[in-house]
């Protein structure tokens, strides 16, 4: 389990590099509509990969105190 969210941070943390990287030429291009786009692409990757720990989180609390 926490080598599952070692890896989480770091490829979050190397997908963040990247997509600074892109929106900082992207940007100093000229081309703020896809440096933009970049950084939203971004962001919906990282939800898509942080997303289900939540509901796995929203599952234990949810078992620990048995609602529902």
Known sequence: MLGVDVNLIFRLAALAIIITIFYTFLKQAGRDEYAYMTVL????????????????????????????
Request: net charge neutral.
């Open 41 to 68: 692409a971004g962001l919906a990757i990282a939800l898509l990969w942080v997303i289900p720990l939540i509901l796995e989180l929203f599952n234990a609390v949810r078992a620990v105190f048995q609602l529902y």
